[in-house]
């Protein structure tokens, strides 16, 4: 049973266009949720994150959105650069006493082209 | 500040052999975490720990252990290996944890080969 989806494997954009990675949950206990962009080789490194008590998160080029009702998030990069070229995860936590546990999404690869 | 190490980087075993997996965090982080990532997936949480001394299960625990002697050190331990536990493991830690302040710092990860 996965509680975030990332429906789209792969993304590819033109650079300095827009970059927009979604992002579903099923867990209403969840509560606060992080982006996180890998490199191949690499460990995840953290990107954005936003609580549930905000609907928007920016920091520099990114962006993201939080709709509860629709129990679904996105993350905007404006405008896209290639060394944006990643896989993005999708991160959420929440609900009871384990709250900095995190569930990933499986990851959507991110090819920004020149 | 090296942040979160990881050895070995690469290691391949053969089924029934035994290894421990080395994590070593140099942020005075109390939570530290296991994962492993299998292709095309998103990152399962084997063990995780909130200080020395106490560990607890994730999501997926069978066929590894762990331990927490010290606040820096948190070795992942693979008793019989089996060529299910092909995969990349990343071992993570944060602070205690608060709401804005949830970013878990990842290492480099482990990509172990069972044959």
């Known amino acids: 049973d996965q509680q975030v989806k990332q429906n789209s494997p792969s993304l590819s954009v033109q650079e300095g266009r827009i970059s927009i990675l979604n992002c579903d949950y099923t867990?209403?206990?969840?509560?606060?949720f992080l982006w996180y962009k890998k490199y191949p080789a690499e460990g995840p490194t953290f990107l954005i994150s936003?609580?549930?008590?905000?609907d928007k998160n920016e920091d520099g080029r990114f962006t993201v959105f939080l709709n509860k009702s629709a129990k679904h998030l996105s993350l905007h990069i404006v405008p896209s650069q290639p060394g944006d070229s990643a896989v993005y995860f999708c991160?959420?936590?929440?609900?009871?006493?384990?709250?900095?546990?995190?569930?990933f999404g499986k990851g959507t690869l991110l090819t920004v082209n020149p | 500040n090296a942040g979160v190490t990881q050895t070995p980087k690469f290691r391949i075993l053969k089924i029934g052999q035994s290894m421990t997996l080395q994590c070593t965090q140099d942020?005075?982080?109390?939570?530290m975490y296991w994962y492993r990532q299998d292709p095309g997936m998103g990152l399962k949480l084997i063990y995780y720990?909130?200080?020395?001394?106490?560990?607890d299960k994730g999501e997926v625990p069978n066929g590894y252990n762990v331990s927490r002697s010290t606040t820096e050190d948190f070795p992942l331990r693979l008793e019989l290996a089996a060529p299910s536990q092909t995969s990349v493991y990343f071992c993570?830690?944060?602070?205690?944890?608060?709401?804005?302040?949830?970013?878990?710092?990842f290492g480099p990860g482990t990509r172990l080969t069972v044959l």
């Open positions: 936003i609580s549930s008590i905000k």
């Open positions: 991160a959420a936590s929440g609900g009871g006493g384990s709250n900095y546990k995190l569930t």
């Open positions: 720990s909130v200080g020395a001394g106490i560990t």
């Open positions: 993570a830690s944060s602070k205690r944890w608060d709401r804005g302040q949830g970013e878990q710092f």
């Open positions: 942020m005075n982080h109390n939570y």
């Open positions: 867990n209403s206990m969840f509560d606060y």
